[in-house]
């Protein structure tokens, strides 16, 4: 697992496979789910980091992916 940070456009990005992403879904605000070509979760990014408080519940986001 990775964790990226990008302040130009104020998101973290948490990579959980090397995996090519085949489909992207914004599961809630702000919450983007990256999907492989097996509807299993890459990646996840939270956008408006320091503007916005998440309160983000991953089991849920995973679960329902």
Do not use: C, G, Q, R
């Not at 995996?19 to 956008?47: G, Q, R, T």
């Amino acid at each position: 697992m990775k964790i990226k940070y990008d302040k130009e456009i104020d998101a973290i990005y948490v990579i959980l496979s090397s995996d090519v992403i085949v489909e992207s879904e914004e599961k809630l605000k702000d919450i983007i789910v990256d999907y492989n070509d097996k509807d299993e979760v890459v990646a996840i990014e939270v956008l408006n980091v320091k503007e916005t408080t998440h309160e983000i519940d991953l089991p849920f986001i995973l679960k329902t992916a």
